[in-house]
T-cell receptor, first 112, second 112 residues
Framework: DAGITQSPRYKITETGRQVTLMCHQTWSHSYMFWYRQDLGHGLRLIYYSAAADITDKGEVPDGYVVSRSKTENFPLTLESATRSQTSVYFC???????????FGPGTRLLVL | AQSVSQHNHHVILSEAASLELGCNYSYGGTVNLFWYVQYPGQHLQLLLKYFSGDPLVKGIKGFEAEFIKSKFSFNLRKPSVQWSDTAEYFCAVTQGFQKLVFGTGTRLLVSP
């Protein structure tokens, strides 16, 4: 029972580079979410998806792009990484929005 | 828009002390309420949730929370904390089919 996995777990990149963070869930949950966790801000929603090919912006979407061609995958791309995007990124999924979300282990991203 | 306040950012307790972490939300209608816990280096895990019914909710590891609608509160309690409860605790709220909104978190340190 893999649940929800994220890769890579750790990533160091340089300003201006493109970075893609992967998220995969095995529960066939309809909803998937990307959050970033920063000290003093808690978790902030970047993007979410209600189903394959349906995505929407969250609280802090600027500088990020998502896609969802398959129900089980929800990659997050930083098109041109900036230092302010140094953070811990969590992917989550739920059967329906408003219900319990299950979180992945997170990706620690450092942008130099 | 819904907002969640966790007034205690850092709490330090000795083992066996009682714990109460505050959580207040802004929306007055029907809400779903959650407490998540993040142990050091780990992902968020669901501690307990309230959707309807008995406003006193019991979760894992001896935690409980009480929903007080008139006070817009969902405080987390544990009668006797252990060193292993050292973690960051997040309150989260949804209204209807809206997305989860997280508080900024409370870091609990339990000294042995």
């Amino acid at each position: 029972d893999a649940g929800i996995t994220q890769s890579p777990r750790y990533k160091i990149t340089e300003t201006g580079r493109q970075v893609t963070l992967m998220c995969h869930q095995t529960w066939s949950h309809s909803y998937m979410f990307w959050y970033r966790q920063d000290l003093g801000h808690g978790l902030r929603l970047i993007y979410y998806s209600a189903a394959a090919d349906i995505t929407d912006k969250g609280e802090v979407p600027d500088g990020y792009v998502v896609s969802r061609s398959k129900t089980e995958n929800f990659p997050l791309t930083l098109e041109s990484a900036t230092r302010s995007q140094t953070s811990v990124y969590f992917c989550a999924s739920s059967k329906q929005v408003g219900e319990t979300q299950y979180f992945g282990p997170g990706t620690r991203l450092l942008v130099l | 828009a819904q907002s969640v306040s966790q007034h205690n950012h850092h709490v330090i307790l000795s083992e066996a002390a009682s714990l109460e972490l505050g959580c207040n939300y802004s929306y007055g209608g029907t809400v779903n309420l959650f407490w998540y816990v993040q142990y050091p280096g780990q992902h968020l895990q669901l501690l307990l949730k309230y959707f309807s019914g008995d406003p006193l909710v019991k979760g894992i590891k001896g935690f409980e929370a009480e929903f007080i609608k008139s006070k817009f509160s969902f405080n987390l309690r544990k009668p006797s904390v252990q060193w292993s409860d050292t973690a960051e605790y997040f309150c989260a709220v949804t209204q209807g089919f809206q997305k989860l909104v997280f508080g900024t978190g409370t870091r609990l340190l339990v000294s042995p």
